[in-house]
């Protein structure tokens, strides 16, 4: 399973990445899609949506179950990958490139560091 040490994780199977002007990028973890199986179908929020940590942004729908996505942190959702919603599978074949989910604007950059490094989120599904 690939855990890319430059990204942040959530317990939600989660994934950050930094990008410029406190924008981060969020998709869902190998482990998840691979607990998931075929994934069929994804419904992400609106532009400019405001999301809590914790709160459900959306979802992702595959062959074995629905399963809702989890906003890492506050923000606001400044773009949504329209590649996943027309190709699911996507997150299947790329969760860490081409299958990402959102761009978040952070009401607070430092916040990323609260989140797992790669070393925890190994540990934590390993359990």
Known sequence: ????????????????????GGLVRVGITEYAQDQLGD????????????????DAFGEVE?????SELFAPLDGEVVAT??????????????PYGEGWLIELRLDDASSV????????????IKE
């Open 1 to 20: 399973m690939s855990t890319p040490e430059e990204l942040r994780y959530t317990e939600e199977h989660e994934w950050v990445s930094v990008r410029d």
């Open 39 to 54: 994934v069929v179908f994804v419904e992400l929020p609106e532009v400019g949506k405001q999301v809590g940590a914790g």
């Open 62 to 66: 595959s062959t074995k179950s629905v």
């Open 81 to 94: 990958n329209d590649a996943v919603t027309e190709s699911p599978e996507l997150i299947n074949s790329d």
């Open 113 to 124: 560091d609260s989140l797992l490094e790669a070393e925890a989120y190994q540990a934590l």
